[in-house]
């Protein structure tokens, strides 16, 4: 996907870096970007190969049904060693549905998939050729029906980041 088929905001650094023969997108500090190509999308999944930096330091994750400042929405947020928090943000409350450890080491790439059918939410990890479920949890309140996907970079110090590769959103019909 290019530049243009996103809608980048927020403080920090947004970079195409060169890794292992890969152009990949690096967030640091703040910063959010989200796919334009449908701004009123139901149950889809994003499927995002996600590497954290800087030890761990650093977090951000991928965004479901997002409004265009990601004050409404739910969100996969990816903290620490790579803890997996499934979170629902409405008005800018948060709002924690779900928590998981990965076993992946929090500076690999892994494949992952943040899927929404309904309102039962999914994180899932691609490991030894097949899709492992790491937690599923519901919205019993129900509270977001449709909006953008996208990723988001969140941290207190500009020089941690995130690194994003093989973006890929899938719309179920």
Not at 31 to 50: F, H, R
Not at 67 to 85: D, E, H, K, P, Q
Not at 114 to 124: H, K, N
Request: net charge neutral; charged share 15%; aromatic share 10%.
């Amino acid at each position: 996907m290019a530049k243009s088929d996103w809608t980048i905001s927020g403080s920090g650094g947004l970079s195409i870096i060169e890794d292992g023969g890969s152009k990949r997108c690096r967030l640091s500090y703040t910063k959010l970007m989200l796919w334009n190509g449908n701004t009123a999308l139901g149950d889809c999944e994003v499927i995002v190969d996600v590497q954290l930096g800087s030890n761990g330091n650093y977090a951000g994750g991928v965004l479901l049904r997002s409004n265009a400042s990601a004050t409404t929405c739910y969100r996969l947020y990816i903290v620490g060693l790579r803890t997996y928090y499934i979170q629902k943000v409405v008005n800018g409350t948060t709002t924690t549905l779900g928590t998981a450890v990965s076993t992946r080491a929090y500076n690999e790439y892994a494949k992952t998939r943040f899927r929404i059918d309904g309102f039962q939410l999914s994180v899932e990890e691609y490991v030894n050729g097949a899709w492992s479920l790491v937690s599923m949890v519901q919205d019993s309140s129900q509270a977001i029906v449709s909006g953008s996907v996208g990723l988001f970079g969140e941290s207190v110090n500009s020089g941690y980041y995130i690194t994003f590769d093989n973006f890929e959103c899938n719309i179920k019909s």
